[in-house]
């Protein structure tokens, strides 16, 4: 499995850590056009659930971005 930068996923607790692990994960994608895309889809998505108040459901959200942001990093980054 690759090191992942900054905060290790379990650690993460808050939105805001979140969105700060998740553009670094950007960083390790193999092209300049995929950080470009995805960290747009991270803003998005921030922006888009930003008044979420149910602390259960924030946590169901930081735990499947992880998931979706390793997914996404293992399909890209996987030597062939």
Known sequence: MLEKEG?????IL??????????RCC?????????????HAIRQSYTSHAD????ERIQMIIQRAISDSNWILDKYTKKK
């Open 52 to 55: 979420e108040g149910d602390p």
């Open 14 to 23: 808050t939105p805001v850590q979140l969105y700060r692990h998740l553009l």
């Open 27 to 39: 960083r390790q994608l193999p092209t300049a056009a995929m950080q470009k895309h995805y960290r």
């Open 7 to 11: 905060m290790p996923p379990e650690l």
